[in-house]
């Protein structure tokens, strides 16, 4: 047995704005009735706020909680904030969900961003409605027993951190019916830890003479000021490449432990704050 939240039984049991909204300004669909949940959405949008929200929902309690929540996050709120809710934002709202039922708080947010994908103001509502089908794209579908595209992966991955096959099966459904998409699912998510692995990469990588630059700033204001405290200095000699040439002074330079105090603070310092294969080594 599922263990639920207070508030996850209470939506469950007294849902909010169940209904339609016949004349909405945005509505979204998400799920399928193939696939046992089904979703839609209505938004009413005044001046870029959401003054009313309803829901029509076939699916579980889960479903049905996350659904009325999400409704109540929405009013009074712009449409540019309301983008912002992600499916970890609903299910935190419910106090947290099973892992089993995390799919639903993501249909919720999979709704919604269908409801807002074309919605702009109504004046100019028909040119973008144009350049949206123009620009349209068919999403790749990664599992065909619950028509889950690869771009609803990609992000349940992205907003929750997801690293294996079975947590992205139960924040999306996909992978567990006949799972044949499992081999899918995998390279789906080690594609998204190599590309963002190699942006952090790219982030940190520095030029030789930023390198340079770092590694003297480092020692200055971090390295020195501490030796300092204990009657020792520092001084920067040379850099060659990943070594790194210092000279130690005052109470440093006669201790017994110089080279312990190189290696377990120095070294581990420029390591961590510029590069891992820095190697320091102390000169007279």
Not at 89 to 104: R, S
Not at 202 to 220: G, T, Y
Not at 238 to 259: K, T, Y
């Amino acid at each position: 047995m599922w263990d639920y939240s207070e508030k996850v039984m209470d939506h469950y049991r007294n849902p909010r704005n169940v209904g339609k909204i016949d004349d909405a300004d945005a509505i979204g669909n998400a799920g399928s009735l193939t696939c046992g949940d089904q979703l839609k959405i209505y938004l009413k949008i005044k001046d870029g706020i959401v003054t009313d929200a309803k829901f029509q929902t076939f699916g579980c309690g889960s479903a049905v909680a996350s659904s009325s929540i999400l409704t109540e996050m929405i009013i009074g709120k712009s449409v540019e904030d309301v983008r912002k809710i992600t499916n970890k934002d609903i299910a935190d709202e419910l106090g947290g969900l099973p892992p089993e039922k995390m799919h639903c708080s993501v249909m919720g947010y999979e709704a919604l961003e269908d409801a807002l994908k074309g919605y702009v103001d109504k004046d100019d509502l028909n040119d973008a409605l144009d350049e949206v089908n123009d620009n349209k794209v068919e999403e790749k579908i990664v599992c065909t027993c619950f028509g889950v595209t690869e771009n609803l992966i990609w992000e349940a991955i992205k907003q929750n951190g997801l690293k294996t096959v079975e947590e992205v099966t139960n924040y999306t459904k996909a992978g567990g019916a006949c799972g044949k998409c499992k081999s899918a699912i995998q390279d789906i998510i080690d594609t998204y830890y190599n590309k963002e692995k190699k942006e952090k990469d790219d982030e940190v990588k520095l030029s030789p003479a930023q390198k340079i630059l770092k590694i003297n700033s480092i020692i200055e204001n971090r390295i020195s000021p501490e030796l300092q405290k204990d009657g020792g200095d520092i001084t920067l000699v040379d850099i060659d490449g990943d070594r790194v040439l210092v000279r130690l002074r005052g109470r440093c330079s006669g201790c017994r432990n110089s080279n312990l105090t190189l290696k377990s603070f120095v070294e581990s310092s420029l390591r961590e704050a510029v590069d891992k294969n820095i190697e320091v080594i102390e000169v007279n």
